[in-house]
């Protein structure tokens, strides 16, 4: 059974409408759901969540339907990171903000202790415990709004734009951060994204444009068209970029290469520059 | 400004500091009516003494005690001046229509003086040794029985954390909604109160704007997290009542004695 | 010569305890007509450095020289009125700055702050209003009601409308997507080319440095510690690694190739170019 299921799901507010939508997502995948500002993909996010409601169609959670029941149990399956590292930092500092989820959940104040420290250690933000919010940088707020996420073990982490007001440097650190984790605690990640290049180790991506799913499938599979990917207003991972400048200054025989990695890409060509 | 707001915590880990803000909160009330208890000048020289030793004991810098009297300055003045020249009773120094200065006017007037003085500095000793937050969180204790009255504590104390978080935020934001606003051409502090007032518009409405877009961000992502409202929740912020708390309420039983004794 | 910085310190709460110097000792020009690259982490006093490019901020040492105005710490603020139309800047959420009631209303609101007439003030809006691409109908809606893409140009074009020769950009593209990105972008580049505007632009993004500018200046901590061409900036990729600049995608990517042995023709700083001495390399 898919982790997550989607069934004729559509949602309308004012002139704009997401769906209708059919989608399975499994248990411990990445999933990157591109597409413009204004395609919806916030929108998905907040459904899966119960954040919102649909007008027709049903979300499945581990087996649990998204409704007013199940709406609490569904969340302490789901960790959300925002856009915004200043508007989700509830606490008075880090180690409170941190606890903020467990005191909702009535967890004893020795297992918070516990579980924030664990967190805290793990995002690699124990030594800031007692920071206030205003001390901090952007990409260690969003540390610390995942550190409040482990310490709720979900199974699902959803990154709504996560990256999206940090710079470079704090997009990739975050970005290795969580894989990392992922890696070692099993959850599923939903990634929502402008940035291209941050899907292209992706299980899956999905690409949404005004409300409807456009493309879908493995990162190889859908960044091979270009010129679709083009057409829907988004830029092409930088490999791809590169082999189609390549192919334009007349080298073809990476054309259809399947390469995303970069450090992949640089082999390639570095073996391809010693066989000349 | 943020002084205002924030209080003028200042850290440091002395004995004071560490006591329970419960503790703290309890004893600086309960200052304020043994205050009334002085009617001589032993009275008052044994509170004296015991709150000089009480600053002492925070090791902060008497100069912020200073600054904490000064802005209340005004007031002190005016109350003492009208004990000063509208108490009858004892010798007549001196008259002239309704204002008179008399022996006991002038004792009176140096009472009120020094009460005054006592209570800012112990109220002071509070606010520098105890931060914003954990006075919320102390009187989100002490206002816990008023649960069974419906009144909603936890909400509250929520509402003032979260407000006390945000304070920091939104003076920067303000910083710079100001600072784009000079770049295009708007001076502040210029014209008369009319302009001046019209001036705040282009600050206020961003502000405004931008204060409700961060509250329903905050909102929801609150949500995300859990949060259901309601007193169902547990604490992470925890009080400790140390030895030092119940030595402190001892010590000031034990000066109510005194007082008492001393009493004319 | 449109701008010189002097020997200028800045120091925040000068005589307290919370004494920050955030900008020290800086001596730099910035060309007429040069399209500027402004670099730096967050606390190297980028922000500092380009509010006292209208005067937001005087230097407490120093001075600067902005086309024939100076600024020294006696300046007066009445002495700056001129330089603040001189000089747009457009903040970080430039968004974040609308207030009026129309969208035409919050473009005229600069040039009427300095003594256009209502009439003058709104015809400038609507050709800046053009110039970025807003929709004529638009412009008498709320600048409330409008997506933050289109809220953002908005505030580039009440900039605008003030008519400056320098204009200064911060952090100007965080946010917007891939497709309001290169819009954007687009504009400033037209706005250098065909109205021969002095921009200098914060940003963090390596990729945009190489695209647009010509110059780089680079800030660490307060000190000035790199005001160069693109080109010499981007030549010693160990030294921008080492001051945790980064370098554009496309060369990094020629790097890591060079690690390898590949020698560039002069390090590749876009993917153009990059895909342009492969091949010449690999035929």
């Known amino acids: ?276 | 400004m943020s002084n205002i707001i924030l209080g003028r915590y200042i850290d440091g880990g002395s004995i004071i500091h560490r006591m329970d803000s419960r503790a703290k909160l309890i004893l600086s009330l309960y200052f304020i009516v043994i205050v009334f208890l002085c009617n001589n000048w032993q009275t008052y020289a044994l509170l004296g003494i015991f709150t000089l030793a009480c600053v002492l004991l925070s090791k902060i810098k008497m100069s912020f005690f200073i600054k904490g009297v000064r802005p209340l300055i005004g007031l002190i003045l005016i109350t003492v001046l009208l004990q000063l020249f509208f108490t009858s009773g004892g010798t007549v120094y001196w008259q002239w229509g309704p204002f008179k200065l008399t022996s006991f006017g002038i004792i009176n007037s140096i009472y009120i003086f020094c009460r005054i003085v006592l209570i800012v500095l112990m109220s002071t000793l509070l606010t520098v040794t105890t931060t914003p937050l954990e006075i919320a969180d102390g009187l989100e204790s002490l206002m816990a029985p008023l649960r069974k009255i419906k009144v909603p504590v936890d909400e509250i104390a929520l509402m003032i954390s979260i407000a006390l978080r945000f304070v920091p935020t939104l003076m920067d934001e303000t910083q710079k909604i100001i600072n784009a606003q000079r770049a295009r051409g708007v001076n502040f502090g210029e014209g008369n109160l009319f302009k001046q007032a019209k001036m705040l518009i282009p600050i206020l409405i961003p502000l405004f704007v931008n204060s409700i877009k961060r509250a329903e961000d905050l909102a929801v992502a609150m949500e995300a997290r859990g949060y259901q409202g309601g007193p169902n929740r547990t604490k992470y912020r925890q009080q400790h009542w140390h030895l030092v708390d119940t030595v402190g309420i001892v010590v000031f039983l034990a000066l109510t004695g005194g007082l008492m004794l001393l009493r004319g | 010569m449109a701008i010189e910085f002097k020997h200028v310190s800045y120091t925040y709460q000068a005589g307290t305890p919370f004494e920050q110097q955030a900008l020290d000792d800086i001596s730099v020009k910035i060309k007429d007509g040069s399209f500027t690259a402004l670099v730096g982490h967050t606390g190297s006093g980028k922000s500092t450095f380009i509010q006292h490019l209208n005067g937001l901020l005087k230097p407490t040492a120093g001075e600067i020289q902005i086309n024939d105005q100076l600024i020294t710490p006696q300046t007066k603020n009445k002495e700056l009125d001129d330089l603040r139309h001189q000089v747009g800047i457009l903040f970080q959420f430039s968004e974040n700055q609308l207030f009026e009631e129309t969208v035409l209303k919050d473009i005229a609101f600069a040039p009427k702050n300095f003594g256009k007439s209502e009439s003058e003030a709104e015809e400038l809006a609507r050709t800046k209003a053009k110039l970025v691409g807003i929709d004529d109908q638009l412009l008498e809606r709320s600048p409330f009601e409008l997506s933050g893409g289109q809220m953002r140009r908005v505030a580039l074009a009440g900039i605008l409308a003030m008519e400056p020769q320098i204009l200064v950009l911060d952090e100007p593209l965080i946010g917007l997507d891939p497709v309001g990105k290169r819009e954007t972008m687009r504009i400033f580049k037209q706005l250098h080319e065909n109205e021969k505007m002095t921009i200098l632009i914060v940003t963090h993004n390596m990729d945009d440095v190489a695209d647009y500018a010509d110059q780089v200046i680079a800030l660490e901590r307060g000190k000035l510690i790199a005001a160069q061409s693109k080109q010499e900036f981007f030549s010693d990729p160990q030294w921008l690694y080492q001051h945790h600049l980064g370098l554009p995608r496309a060369a990094e990517f020629a790097v890591q190739l060079m690690q390898k042995g590949t020698q560039w023709d002069g390090l590749p700083l876009n993917v153009d170019e990059l895909a342009r001495q492969l091949v010449t390399k690999l035929k």
């Open chain 1, 1 to 276: 059974m898919p982790l997550i299921q989607i069934q004729d799901l559509t949602y309308e507010y004012d002139d704009f409408k997401l769906g209708p939508l059919n989608l399975e997502l499994d248990k411990d995948q990445w999933i990157s759901i591109i597409g413009r500002n204004g395609s919806g993909k916030s929108t998905l996010a907040r459904l899966i969540d119960g954040l919102i409601e649909a007008q027709s169609g049903t979300i499945t959670v581990n087996g649990l339907e998204v409704n007013e029941q199940n709406v609490w149990q569904i969340r302490s399956q789901i960790g959300v990171v925002f856009q915004n590292p200043d508007n989700q930092f509830v606490g008075a500092n880090v180690e409170d903000d941190v606890a903020f989820g467990l005191e909702n959940r009535q967890i004893s104040h020795e297992e918070m202790v516990k579980r924030v420290n664990e967190s805290l250690e793990a995002v690699g933000m124990a030594e800031f415990a007692k920071h206030e919010p205003s001390k901090l940088s952007g990409g260690q707020k969003q540390r610390v709004a995942i550190a409040g996420i482990l310490a709720i073990r979900p199974q699902i982490i959803i990154l709504d734009e996560a990256t999206s007001m940090l710079d470079p440097e704090g997009r990739r650190d975050l970005i290795q951060l969580i894989r990392h984790l992922k890696d070692r605690f099993h959850f599923t990640v939903i990634a929502i994204t402008h940035d291209i290049d941050e899907t292209v180790f992706s299980d899956q991506v999905i690409v949404l444009d005004q409300g409807k799913i456009r493309m879908q499938g493995c990162p190889v599979e859908v960044y091979h068209n270009r010129d679709q990917l083009m057409d829907l207003g988004l830029d092409l991972p930088f490999v791809e970029k590169l082999k189609l400048k390549l192919q334009e200054n007349g080298l073809a025989g990476l054309t259809d290469d399947e390469t995303l990695d970069e450090k992949e890409m640089v082999a390639k060509l570095w073996q391809l520059n010693s066989n000349m």
